[in-house]
Structure formats: C-alpha cells, structure tokens
C-alpha cells in the first residue's frame, strides 16, 4: 500500500508559476511508476506527467516545456514544477503511484491522492 498526500496547489494569475509536491508513505518510492494527473470540471481526469521506476519521464503534450516532474526517493516525495500557467491549467491535481509502466489512462493507476486545487486566472 501507498499513501500519497499533496500540497501546494493555489491561486496564480497567468504566466505566474506554483510548485506541488506529492509526499508519499507506506512503501518505498522508487519502486513504483509515480505522476500527476489533474480533472477539471466537467472533464475526466486526464494525464500531466509521470517517472517511471526506471526514471525515464514523459509529459502530456499540452504541459511540455512549461511543466517538470521530479522526485526525490530518499525523502519519498513527488513535485510537479509548473511555469507560464494558464487559465485551462485550471483543475484539481493528483498525484498517482503504481507498478511497473506509465500509463496515461487514470484508470490504470492504482493509488490516490485526495487532489490539490489549483486556479489560474487571467
């Protein structure tokens, strides 16, 4: 089992940046694929960012070169750096661990964060 907790969403105006972090308990990080996904209103919840076990990243196509992913094992913690954001970055973000590959289907992930609020306003 996984325990996944975020921080740092907020309000931010456009082009402004926010950092979250994803602090996780329960098993050793590094051996699950870990990443973010974020749901707007209205929407399904959809893929942001993910490291695989193995450290290779990828990103969503709408947050490449203004989103980093990263993390840290020895403190088992996940962020998620994002510049020049945007009013459609708008959205509930989580944080997602699983086993073996990245997937960009939320419903292959199998533990949760409670989601972190972030608005951007224009």
């Known amino acids: 089992q996984v325990q996944l907790v975020e921080s740092g969403g907020g309000l931010v105006q456009a082009g402004g940046s926010l950092r979250l972090s994803c602090a996780a308990s329960?098993?050793?990080?590094?051996?699950?694929?870990v990443g973010w996904f974020r749901q707007a209103p209205g929407l399904e919840r959809a893929f942001v960012a993910a490291i695989a076990w193995t450290g290779g990243t990828v990103s969503a196509d709408a947050v490449k070169c203004r989103f980093t992913i990263s993390k840290d094992n020895a403190k088992n913690t996940l962020s998620l750096q994002m510049n020049s954001l945007k009013p459609e970055d708008t959205a509930v973000y989580y944080c997602a661990a699983r086993r073996g590959l990245y997937y960009s289907d939320y419903r292959r992930w199998d533990y949760w964060g409670q989601g972190t609020q972030v608005t951007v306003s224009s």
């Open positions: 329960g098993r050793t990080f590094s051996d699950y694929t």
